[in-house]
């Protein structure tokens, strides 16, 4: 079965790094996503990402992140300067394009476990 | 945006069936019902989904009044493995851009 990965699996790094979290979503997906869960809080979306551009980001989406598609496997989000509260875990998901819209059927990745100290 | 309100936490022993109940009722037209489920320290994963009456597939059964204000999550003879928390998420399929929004969910423990 067709799945999403991403890596690291864990990244430790100090406040105001730059760091990379990078998935490879399923190969026939079409939107593609970001959402972090800090630690016993809810799942929270950050962005949407279809056809090389975002499709909508939350609040916590700032100036702070960004995202990419480099190639036409990979999907990165990039935290320019990281905080302390930017410790999480931070899924990928992707998902097909059904009938002209995404579809709430998302695949989501293992997850990245971003420490920041 | 339908607000959705589940259970905190459900117990459950092993062969048993369990039944989560979500209740939605500012449900709009457009509104799809889907239920997630999520191991420690793993991403959700996509269960089901619904629109009215009854879905089932390998994993579970959604069913969903006439009046689409609540829906109940139906897994069959749960086993340790099912211990996790399930997510039931309501939202517009009608709009292009796909965005979840989690609640806490509901921590469904199965003891042996």
């Known amino acids: 079965e067709p799945e999403v990965t991403q890596t690291p699996s864990h990244q430790v790094t100090q406040m105001g790094q730059e760091v990379i979290l990078r998935c490879v979503p399923i190969?026939?997906?079409?939107?593609f996503y970001w959402y972090r869960q800090i630690l016993g809080q809810k799942v929270e979306f950050l962005v949407s990402f279809y056809n090389n551009e975002i499709s909508e980001k939350s609040e916590i989406f700032d100036d702070q992140f960004s995202v990419e598609r480099p190639d036409g496997s990979n999907f990165t989000l990039k935290i320019r300067s990281t905080k302390l509260e930017d410790s999480a875990m931070y899924f990928c998901a992707s998902s097909a394009w059904t009938s002209g819209r995404a579809s709430y059927e998302q695949y989501f990745g293992p997850g990245t476990r971003l420490t920041v100290t | 945006l339908a607000k959705t309100t589940q259970p905190i936490s459900m117990d459950s022993y092993e062969g048993q069936e369990v039944n989560i109940t979500c209740s939605h009722n500012n449900i709009a037209t457009n509104d799809y019902i889907t239920w997630y489920q999520q191991f420690p320290s793993q991403g959700p994963r996509f269960i089901i989904q619904?629109?009215?009456t009854k879905v089932t597939n390998e994993v579970a059964s959604l069913f969903i009044p006439a009046d689409r204000k609540s829906s109940t999550l139906s897994l069959p003879r749960v086993s340790l493995s099912d211990t996790a928390v399930y997510y039931c998420?309501?939202?517009?399929?009608?709009?292009?851009?796909?965005?979840?929004?989690f609640g806490r969910g509901t921590q469904l423990t199965v003891w042996p």
């Open positions: 998420l309501v939202g517009d399929r009608g709009s292009t851009l796909g965005r979840l929004y």
């Open positions: 190969s026939n997906h079409l939107y």
């Open positions: 619904g629109y009215k």
